[in-house]
């Protein structure tokens, strides 16, 4: 919480290259695609709120940036939605060279979503990791050596307290809203790491990396007791970060020279940071995997 905000180089253009954002109405989602826009890139924003969404892709248009952005609508929490925006996109014949799956939900009561999963679960991780599959051989075809496609998945420091229970994924037995947010983001940096594992065994150009943006000051939060929302309030302008600072590592994993062929990372501060002991577990990765393949119906 106490370390310095990260501060971006200086990118290299991005102009040709596509890139989706999820979440990308507000927040640190919003900042996110503001910047790629600003280096050149065609960023579509991905995203449940209509309205907010147009405005957000017109409010980003406004400023003059040498990419352009767009909204499309995509429910993170319906398989069906996220099945029906990808083949969207395939139809228009775009390519996509960076996917940043940055949506998410925090400490939010006991429910589920529209396919019956927890909702963390659901939205933070189970969404993410069908539309990760579903264009991941637009994401293969796109890259190409030495200009890898890159996938971003937007993981917390949240995920260090994190357990997988596989035998109760949707956390019925002993719910616990912090402990299904933290079971959703260890999940995340499971799935990249076996990912990327894949990947570099075919020599495909994709490289994947899990991002910590650290304590930052978004709608996140709203989902807190009264009281502890007005406790966070003042210590939240003195110490989180602002949205902006907290995209930069997802933009840097995103854009950057350097990070070009380096994936399976675990991203704090623009620096590899050593991610759970329980994260490294390959039975895990594995066991994760085939499950979420099965939820998803792959």
Known sequence: MFNRSFTLPVLPKQNGRVAIVTGGTRGMGLEAAKHLASLGMHVVIAGNEREEGAAAARKINEEGCEGKAEFVFMDLTSLKSVRQFVQGFRDRGLPLHVLVNNAGTMLVSESITKDGFEFHFGLNYLGHFLLTNLLLDLLKTSGRPGRDSRVVNMSSATHYSGVVDMGDLNRRICYSSHGAYA???????????????????????????????????????????????MLKKPVAKILFRTPAEGASVAVYAAAASEMEGVGGCYLYNGKKTQSSDLSFDSELQEELWKKSCELVGL
């Open 183 to 229: 079971q959703s983001k260890l999940a995340l940096v499971l799935f990249t790491y076996y990912l990327q594992e894949q990947l570099s065994a075919a020599g495909s150009p994709v490289i994947v990396n899990a991002v910590d943006p650290g304590m930052v000051d978004t709608a996140l939060y709203d989902n807190l007791y009264t009281l502890a929302q």
